[in-house]
């Protein structure tokens, strides 16, 4: 489950942001999660529950934007919304695609106290 090793990566970005402010926690956090970055949301809250304890993210309110994918097609530069890595470009059907968005995992916002 890499999830948890994520929510611990964001557990030590709040913790370095929080004592170079010189806080005490994190009162809100926001995160920008892609659809194509290989998370599974219910295993990122599970993982999240477990590992904040204890933490300055503990009361922290959490946001989740999720970042629809798109691609632009190398052949016809048409740029489409993808479900899945292995689309073709719905306008000339090429299969030559590369990433405009959707692979995003930030810490996009912190509100510390």
Request: hydrophobic share 45%; glycine share 4%; with cysteine.
């Amino acid at each position: 489950m890499h999830e948890l090793s994520l929510v611990m990566g964001i557990i030590d970005i709040a913790e370095e942001q929080v004592k170079k402010n010189h806080g005490s926690r994190v009162d809100q956090i926001e995160l920008e999660i892609g659809t194509m970055a290989g998370v599974v949301m219910e295993s990122l809250d599970f993982a999240w529950d477990v590992a904040v304890k204890n933490t300055v993210l503990r009361t922290a309110a959490r946001q989740v934007i999720r970042v629809q994918a798109k691609a632009r097609c190398m052949n016809c530069n048409n740029e489409f919304f993808i479900e899945s890595r292995f689309e073709p470009c719905p306008i000339c059907h090429d299969y030559l695609t590369a990433f405009v968005q959707g692979k995003e995992l930030r810490v996009k916002s912190l509100v510390i106290s």
